[in-house]
């Protein structure tokens, strides 16, 4: 059994969720699953093996899966938070979403310059939220390894809004 075939069997479709118009992928079956939990953490790290310094992980359901990629690699973890959230000196990143903005916010001490920094989320769709964890990384003087996603939705722009940033995506929908 791949990764791609424990995603399509434990992620669960919710129409209409959280607004109307939208199919939401709820990863909690996975990571109820022990085996299948274990097998896509393994997935997302096995590539950056000696590859990476540090895992970041975008709130809220980017930690659940970078935390675990991180001690798999032997690295520490970093989180980008919404504002408000982080308690030490931060720097800030906004971007649009379809309606309305969002903000991201990373402690100004979290990346070393010149470390080697993968970036790890469930789903990339429209791309605005890995774009914006890259650019605060860049920002910090890090050096973007990848962005690692359980899911990409292909019918969304989010592969072209990374442009060159590497991208390692287990199943794609
Ligand atoms: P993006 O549009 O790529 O900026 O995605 C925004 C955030 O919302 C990401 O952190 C994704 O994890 C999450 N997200 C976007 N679309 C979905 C979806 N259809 N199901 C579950 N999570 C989603």
């Not at 990764?3 to 209409?16: F, H």
């Not at 299948?36 to 953490?41: I, M, P, Q, R, Y």
């Not at 997302?44 to 970078?66: H, K, N, S, T, W």
Request: net charge negative.
């Amino acid at each position: 059994m791949s990764a791609s075939d424990t995603i399509t069997r434990l992620v669960r479709d919710i129409a209409d969720f959280p607004e109307p118009g939208v199919l939401f992928k709820d990863i909690t079956p996975l990571l109820a699953d022990a085996a299948g939990f274990a097998e896509v953490v393994e997935a997302l790290a096995e590539p950056y093996r000696g590859q990476v310094d540090v895992v970041l992980g975008i709130e809220a359901r980017g930690f659940i899966l970078a935390a675990p990629v991180a001690l798999a690699l032997g690295v520490g973890f970093v989180p980008v938070r919404k504002p408000g959230k982080l308690p030490h000196e931060t720097t800030e990143i906004s971007y649009d979403l379809e309606y309305g903005s969002e903000t991201l916010q990373l402690h100004t001490d979290a990346i070393g310059a010149g470390s080697r920094v993968l970036v790890v989320d469930d789903v990339l769709a429209t791309g605005g939220t890995a774009r914006a964890a890259v650019d605060l990384v860049e920002r910090a003087g890090g050096t973007i390894a990848a962005v690692a996603v359980l899911m990409e939705l292909s019918f969304l722009p989010g592969r072209e809004v990374l442009g060159d940033v590497p991208l390692h995506v287990l199943h794609t929908f």
